[in-house]
């Protein structure tokens, strides 16, 4: 049963119906060996939203790993031709550095507005000196020179560790106008941003549409509604990291009748319900979910599926954290473990490093959950499946550690 009546006489989702529409939201539920064309993997971002970008490379960097795990055909040649060539693509801030549709770009208006006051009182609090009178000679050398990097600019100043507390000047200054709006990111060399004019960057029919704050603010909130099926208001305002809580929790309210109901959402393994917001349809909506498929996935830590953890956690019952600052003896899985999906479960995670000058995947430890049986049968799709990220990351062979079967 996909529903039930619950608590006030709000409507309850199951949690097996409401994981289905969760996934198949996020492109999860259908057969990742489905090939894809440079126009499916622009449809695919734009069903996601957008993806994330992480510099961690120990078996593939994020934004490829979290497009291989739905369409395992992908080719990042795919990516860089969609955002570097055709600018169907941009990069900018979500939650987090992010790839997103160029079609989206208006939207960033009202993020521009809103962080150019913020951020310049947050970064001399942080004694970021002296940046401020680097925007015109930065200006300057990209007008008349063209794409420029942070190692480009700035000479004498004292240069970075590679931190973000350590940024000197120029490269404060040229953060500051991309993350403003009135520079973009044109490309990245060895994962280092190379900015560029954004006219130069951003086509001129997404720079000439300019939404104002209701506006952004309804497409914020209604397109995370859609990409999460069913949410909070916290949880549409983090989608996007467009609206403050206080106007996705105004938004709610204002839709709430024909367009937006309240639900109960059926906790895992016996965690209470909770509230959230869906459309009228949510129960027609879960019913033509289909059931992802039984094959394992491995995720990207910076899967979208994973990265509300408090969400996932209700929803799935798995607990994941990213332990990469965690001093070594205090970790409890390892530097950089990948979650992995069977069906509609999150069922373990992996530790393994692709070690690319002899081309073995070195698995280290496997950790499954608790209930989840390491079968014969399992142990082999697992097996199949790292045998796929293996040939997708530039290895010819996995090597299992002899302790990887974990408690």
């Known amino acids: 049963m996909n529903a039930s009546s619950g608590n006030d006489g709000l409507l309850r989702l199951s949690n097996p119906a409401a994981r289905r529409l969760f996934l198949q939201r996020h492109a999860l539920a259908e057969d990742p060996s489905r090939q894809v064309s ?22 593939e960097r994020a934004h490829h790993m979290i497009l291989f795990s739905r369409r395992q055909c992908y080719n990042p040649r795919q990516l860089t031709e969609l955002l570097e060539n055709k600018r169907a693509l941009f990069e900018h801030w979500t939650h987090d550095a992010s790839i997103i549709p ?12 809103r962080s150019a006051d913020r951020l310049k009182e947050r970064w001399r609090e942080w004694r970021r000196d002296g940046f401020e009178e680097k925007f015109d000679d930065i200006r ?84 995370a509604l859609d ?30 009748g024909d367009n937006l109901i309240e639900v109960e959402i059926e906790g895992a393994r016996g965690q209470r319900p909770w509230r959230a917001f869906a459309r009228p349809d949510l129960v027609d909506q879960a019913a033509a979910a289909p059931e992802p498929p039984g094959r394992i996935r491995v995720l990207s830590p910076f899967d979208p599926a994973i990265r509300d953890r408090k969400r996932t956690e209700r929803l799935f019952g798995y607990r994941y954290r990213i332990e990469v600052f965690v001093p070594a003896p205090k970790r ?51 097996e ?17 550690a002899a302790d990887w079967l974990r408690e």
Not at 102 to 113: K, V
Not at 229 to 256: H, I
Not at 362 to 369: D, F, R, T
Request: glycine residues 8%.
């Open 140 to 223: 300057k050398h990209i007008h008349q020179h063209g794409p420029a990097m942070s190692r480009d600019m700035g000479e004498g100043e004292k240069k970075s560790n590679g931190g973000w507390w350590d940024w000197h000047p120029s490269k404060t200054a040229l953060e500051y106008l991309w993350r403003t709006g009135e520079i973009a990111v044109c490309r990245r060399e060895g994962f280092q941003k190379v900015y560029d004019l954004t006219e130069r960057v951003i086509a001129q029919e997404h720079r000439a549409q300019t939404p104002d704050e209701k506006q952004t603010i309804d497409w914020a909130c209604t397109s």
């Open 227 to 256: 990409r999460l099926g069913f949410a909070t208001s916290g949880e549409l305002a983090a989608f996007w990291e467009t609206a403050k809580a206080g106007e996705a929790k105004k938004w709610c309210a204002a839709n709430l």
């Open 332 to 382: 409890q899985y390892g530097y950089y473990v990948f979650p992995l999906l069977e069906g509609r479960n999150l069922i373990g995670r992996v530790d393994m490093k692709c070690q690319r000058d002899t081309g073995i995947l070195n698995v280290a430890a496997l950790w499954l959950e608790p209930g989840v049986r390491a079968s014969k049968g399992r142990l082999q799709r697992l």
């Open 102 to 113: 160029s079609r989206f770009y208006p939207y960033w208006n009202l993020r521009f507005e």
């Open 38 to 59: 440079g126009a499916e993997l622009l449809k695919l971002i734009e069903r996601l939203g957008f993806v994330q970008v992480d510099s961690i490379n120990t078996v």
């Open 384 to 400: 199949a499946e790292l045998a796929r990220v293996a040939r997708f990351a530039g290895c010819q062979t996995v090597d299992y």
